[in-house]
């Protein structure tokens, strides 16, 4: 008995092996696929500014849950989202022009020192 129920078993399985594989598609046009990578683009971005330990305080501090700020998220349209991967992308890079002047005058002195410019002798 066991032995007729595993040939069943054996030539059902190979009677679906010749059965065509049914495919559902459609076509998308090449501005579906430019936003939906664009769409994972900024996605990426915001999510990228968002998981900073300052950025997670200062919601925490504000009284907004992760979990709250993950669902807003994932609600908001293309265009809202990509106004504001842009203005992320916008913000200042981290350093002030006061850092910035400092490294350029000492990078100026440590060239000096070794004698690849003269930039201070030239100055009475």
Do not use: W
Request: hydrophobic share 55%.
């Amino acid at each position: 008995m066991s032995k007729r129920f595993v040939v069943y078993v054996l030539c059902l399985a190979m009677l679906n092996l010749g059965s065509p594989l049914v495919a559902h598609a459609e076509l998308v046009t090449t501005l579906q696929a430019v936003e939906a990578s664009t769409r994972a683009q900024d996605l990426a971005t915001v999510n990228s500014a968002l998981a900073r330990e300052d950025v997670r305080a200062q919601f925490a501090a504000l009284g907004v849950e992760p979990a709250q700020v993950e669902s807003r998220l994932a609600a908001l349209t293309d265009s809202e989202l990509r106004t504001l991967a842009g203005q992320v992308n916008e913000l200042p890079a981290g350093a002030d022009a006061l850092a910035v002047i400092g490294i350029v005058f000492l990078v100026l002195l440590i060239l000096e020192a070794v004698g690849v410019i003269d930039v201070f002798k030239k100055f009475p």
